[in-house]
């Protein structure tokens, strides 16, 4: 259907020469505004097909929810390359932490060029690093433009920094993960502590590190207060799986929801 409720109000959604344009009508979502949205989609539509698509209104997204919506649609763009899209999760954790809640049509070129320094400082991490986040974040703006959230992509006209120096790192399989959590059923601990990784993006220190009191139930978040930067010191919201294993570990009755010395992933191998 081109008209949706989204928020209170009625939102269209169309596509035009495989590319699809989404925006907000700012008309409250009921039954007596519908015919008046519907002519606002129609406006919508007439300006896309008589090649005058840059005059639509922009619809203002924060950047985390459409870093979600961009994610979600990755997952499924690339079932037969699940290591894409594990890679693009990888890169905005950060590109998440950084940009937050700004509005995605707000992100300019210098912004980019911020987050490249804010990544250095804070992070110590290598230029090819900075190369995935910003490969992964042009990806994500390609599709920002296709749902009429940005009007131009901005990494395109940043300094990427080259992959001279790049290593080839090792991204697990679905196979090897398969793998590790099965063989992990022997040690709870272990087991418990890759699935809150992979179901959160935390470092493994920051897991180790988490105490019953950062956890909130009633809200499903978790506290991280000792990330190594201020943009690591962060809240997370949970997934159910993620609520489950925190609120049994903090059950255990230990101050921490980690307690002692985990088996090393040599361990595993045996």
């Not at 009508?25 to 919508?44: I, Y």
């Not at 390609?142 to 090792?170: C, L, M, T």
């Not at 059923?185 to 009191?213: I, T, W, Y």
Request: proline share 4%; with cysteine; glycine share 4%.
């Amino acid at each position: 259907m081109p008209l949706r409720s989204r928020e209170g109000n009625w939102h269209y959604r169309f596509e035009v020469d495989g590319r699809e344009y989404t925006g907000n009508t700012d008309l409250a979502a009921t039954k007596r505004n519908k015919n008046a949205a519907g002519r606002a989609e129609a406006k919508a539509r007439e300006l896309v097909t008589t090649g005058r698509a840059h005059e639509l209104k922009l619809q203002v997204k924060p950047f985390n929810d459409a870093a979600a919506e961009f994610l979600t649609w990755a997952d499924g763009e690339y079932t037969e390359h699940p290591n894409t899209a594990k890679r693009l999760r990888t890169s905005f954790v950060s590109l998440s932490s950084f940009f937050r809640t700004d509005p995605v049509t707000s992100i300019l070129r210098g912004h980019v060029a911020d987050f490249k320094a804010w990544r250095r400082k804070e992070h110590h991490v290598r230029e090819i690093t900075i190369r995935h986040d910003l490969h992964a974040l042009s990806k994500a703006f390609g599709y920002f433009v296709d749902h009429n959230w940005a009007r131009e992509n901005p990494v395109r006209a940043a300094d990427i920094p080259s992959d001279k120096d790049a290593v080839r790192i090792h991204v697990v399989t679905s196979e090897e993960e398969a793998v590790y959590f099965e063989t992990a059923k022997r040690f709870p601990a272990l087991h418990d502590l890759g699935r809150l990784m992979l179901n959160q993006g935390c470092r493994p220190e920051e897991v180790l590190e988490l105490r019953s009191e950062n956890l909130d139930v009633a809200n499903s978040r978790l506290t991280i207060q000792d990330g190594k930067s201020r943009a690591a010191r962060r809240q997370m919201k949970l997934t159910a799986e993620s609520l489950e294993i925190c609120v049994r570990r903090a059950a255990l009755g230990s101050h921490w929801l980690f307690p002692g010395k985990l088996p090393s992933v040599r361990t595993l191998r045996r």
